[in-house]
């Protein structure tokens, strides 16, 4: 007989990537008012993705890790010129935290879903680096799932790093 956690972990670990997805594309549709579609699911420890900007919000309680939104200095500027209904022409702080935003609300649809499982998340204050290929170590015996998407705009990449705690 299966515990709630190894429950929990089991149906995480069959869903973990539509659940992203589904977040990603709530998001974009109701606040961002862009289509989006997204790429083959990447899995592994040494995922490689080109962004100039990642914006990360950490994760704890059942579930340990962080969400990241990765994106490319194109993608960065058409999301963020989307949701604020003006041009924006540089990685500003506006940028910063319009994807630091991004991050934050899809890691609530995140937690909103698993919550239907009993896995209780709470989330962090996002966090954004900007620069020149851009690397994010993963978890050493974590879970690994990047999303990329198409955008107009560009391409951008939603990540998540886990294990249960």
Not at 2 to 23: F, G, P, R
Not at 31 to 51: A, K, N, V
Not at 114 to 121: F, G, P, Q, T
Request: aromatic share 4%; charged share 20%.
């Amino acid at each position: 007989m299966q515990t709630d956690a190894s429950c929990n972990e089991h149906v995480l670990q069959e869903n973990c990537t539509q659940y992203l997805i589904a977040a990603t594309q709530d998001v974009f549709a109701s606040m961002i008012f862009m289509d989006i579609e997204p790429g083959e699911p990447l899995t592994g420890s040494d995922i490689r993705f080109q962004t100039s900007l990642s914006s990360m919000i950490g994760l704890a309680g059942d579930l340990r890790g962080l969400v990241a939104v990765h994106c490319t200095r194109e993608a960065a500027l058409g999301i963020t010129s989307s949701m604020l209904g003006m041009d924006v022409e540089e990685l500003d702080d506006d940028v910063k935290d319009a994807i630091g935003e991004i991050a934050n609300m899809v890691a609530g649809g995140m937690k909103v879903s698993l919550a239907d499982h009993n896995v209780k998340i709470d989330l962090a204050i996002p966090s954004t680096a900007v620069g020149k290929s851009i690397r994010v170590s993963s978890l050493s015996k974590g879970n690994r799932v990047l999303v990329p998407f198409t955008t107009s705009a560009g391409t951008f990449g939603v990540e998540l790093q886990y294990i249960f705690a």
